[in-house]
């Protein structure tokens, strides 16, 4: 049975290649392992047979489809094998959750026609679609929230490219790791996928710059940070960026209906609203519930939200919540609890520099007009986590906490600007009154540009139709 059914999908295959009968060896114990699994399921599906007693033959179909792999592609052979894939994730779904893959892991698409959302970069006739299937090779940023597939289409393009993908995460990679890469003997292309690459000082995208410059690795970097501003413009102008959505809850339904996880109705709203577009969001909170209470309802899913079997992610909801904890602690001079959450972010390793960046937001913001060295205070503190990194800054942190929770209040500039631009985008742009206008040629004066213009002038020169508001209170 086996034979014939290789013998089928030979048909019309020729072999130049040395690993021929290694190959077709491969392919029938991948068959027998698949039969194996097969018959077992069927014997056990009503029972829930454990896990554990296929894992030997899991081990061994995972060292034998290894192989295969490379043979798949050694022989020329991924035209004439599309069963091979489907099969080989059904086979080993049991095995990898038994090995404690995550959830979003195991449903993670491989092509890039099952990518669900971000439409206008994966769907048909746009770029990312057509990067993948014309494998046109160049370098790009993800920008984009979490959750939303930045990480699949890396995968995805590396695979497309038959390129080698090198994963980094710039919180913990440096130079060296770059280095190592670029040394690395290999046949084909390097791509390096560098998540979060906004964490990379200005320092290590120098040193990443020239190898990228000349072709040596295709970067593609994720980012949920304004490139714009976190990345220098030399790299930045070698890459194109590509900006992804959070995900709408049709896509969100669909990426969770991919899980077979029974969940009514109820829970599926409430996990859908929860999630706010983040594909990972949603499948934690789907493992969470399953792994500790067995089934996913409103109330599991809401214990799971609060067990401390949930992790402080990064990404994630916990980042937010954290961030918003500590900034309103501050507003409210609650210093006490302004440490606490600057701990909690310390401990948990975030960002330094995002912590400092949200303190100068602050000193503006709230304290503002009351206490105008604040902004002072948070630009060296900012500028300290920049040259100091951690564990030291995290003194320097404090510090400043300390002085911001601490300065008195005032939010006068922040809330005079929200009202002015709330009138700029109701009544455009005004005309601004000829006596504040620059009168840089004839014409200009003869239209009175500049006239009756004094400097310690006490009329409005706000435009006409706004001359009497009061933004500044």
């Given at each position: 049975m086996v034979e014939q059914e290789i013998s089928n999908l030979l048909v019309g295959v020729r072999f130049s290649h040395p690993a021929q009968n290694i190959f077709i060896e491969l392919l029938q114990k991948f068959y027998c392992l698949l039969n194996y699994k097969w018959k077992y399921r069927c014997k056990n599906w009503n029972k829930g047979g454990p896990v554990c007693k296929l894992e030997k033959s899991y081990?061994?179909?995972?060292?034998?489809?290894?192989?295969?792999?490379?043979?798949?592609?050694?022989?020329?052979?991924?035209?004439?094998?599309?069963?091979?894939?489907?099969?080989?994730?059904?086979?080993?779904?049991?095995?990898?959750?038994?090995?404690?893959?995550?959830?979003?892991?195991?449903?993670?698409?491989?092509?890039?026609?099952?990518?669900?959302?971000?439409?206008?970069?994966?769907?048909?006739?746009?770029?990312?679609?057509?990067?993948?299937?014309?494998k046109h090779k160049f370098s790009f940023i993800l920008w984009g929230p979490p959750g939303t597939g930045k990480t699949t289409v890396a995968r995805i393009y590396a695979r497309a490219l038959d390129a080698e993908l090198f994963e980094l995460s710039a919180v913990s990679a440096g130079k060296d790791d770059i280095r190592k890469i670029v040394e690395k003997k290999v046949e084909k292309p390097k791509v390096l996928f560098l998540?979060?690459?906004?964490?990379?000082?200005?320092?290590?995208?120098?040193?990443?710059?020239?190898?990228?410059?000349?072709?040596?690795?295709?970067l593609i970097g994720a980012t949920t940070e304004n490139p714009s501003f976190e990345i220098i413009?030399?790299?930045?102008?070698?890459?194109?960026?590509?900006?992804?959505?959070p995900l709408s809850k049709e896509a969100l339904h669909a990426i969770v209906k991919s899980t077979k996880v029974k969940i009514k109705k109820d829970a599926l709203d409430w996990l859908l609203g929860y999630a706010s577009g983040d594909a990972r969001k949603a499948l934690g909170m789907i493992e969470g519930a399953m792994s500790l209470y067995g089934e996913v309802t409103v109330e599991t899913l809401d214990k799971a939200l609060e067990s401390p079997h949930l992790r402080y992610?990064?990404?994630?909801?916990?980042?937010?919540?954290?961030?918003?904890?500590?900034?309103?602690?501050?507003?409210?001079?609650?210093?006490?609890?302004?440490?606490?959450?600057?701990?909690?972010?310390?401990?948990?390793?975030?960002?330094?520099?995002?912590?400092?960046?949200?303190?100068?937001?602050?000193?503006?913001?709230?304290?503002?007009?009351?206490?105008?060295?604040?902004?002072?205070?948070a630009n060296a503190?900012?500028?300290?986590?920049?040259?100091?990194?951690?564990?030291?800054?995290?003194?320097n942190l404090a510090h400043g906490v300390a002085y911001l929770a601490a300065?008195?209040?005032?939010?006068?500039?922040?809330?005079a600007l929200r009202a002015a631009q709330e009138d700029v985008r109701t009544f455009g742009n005004l005309p601004i009154p000829k006596k504040i206008r620059n009168p840089v040629t004839k014409l200009m004066k003869e239209l009175d540009y500049g006239k009756g213009y004094e400097k310690y002038d006490k009329e409005s020169y706000l435009p006409d139709k706004i001359n009497k508001k009061k933004y500044l209170k």
């Open positions: 081990c061994d179909a995972r060292a034998v489809l290894s192989k295969f792999r490379r043979g798949v592609v050694a022989c020329g052979f991924e035209n004439h094998a599309p069963f091979f894939f489907e099969e080989y994730h059904i086979l080993m779904e049991p095995f990898d959750k038994a090995q404690g893959k995550p959830l979003a892991a195991r449903i993670r698409p491989k092509k890039i026609e099952d990518v669900v959302g971000q439409e206008h970069l994966v769907g048909v006739g746009k770029p990312l679609r057509v990067a993948v299937e014309k998540d979060e690459i906004h964490r990379f000082n200005k320092s290590q995208q120098d040193f990443l710059l020239p190898y990228v410059e000349n072709g040596e690795l295709t413009s030399p790299l930045l102008s070698r890459c194109r960026v590509f900006v992804l959505e992610d990064k990404k994630g909801e916990e980042h937010y919540d954290t961030i918003s904890a500590f900034i309103k602690s501050m507003r409210a001079s609650q210093s006490d609890a302004a440490m606490y959450y600057l701990a909690r972010m310390v401990e948990a390793g975030e960002d330094p520099l995002f912590i400092a960046r949200r303190m100068v937001v602050f000193a503006s913001e709230d304290v503002g007009l009351a206490q105008p060295t604040a902004l002072v205070v503190v900012f500028r300290s986590c920049e040259t100091i990194g951690y564990p030291e800054c995290a003194i300065a008195k209040k005032n939010r006068s500039a922040y809330n």
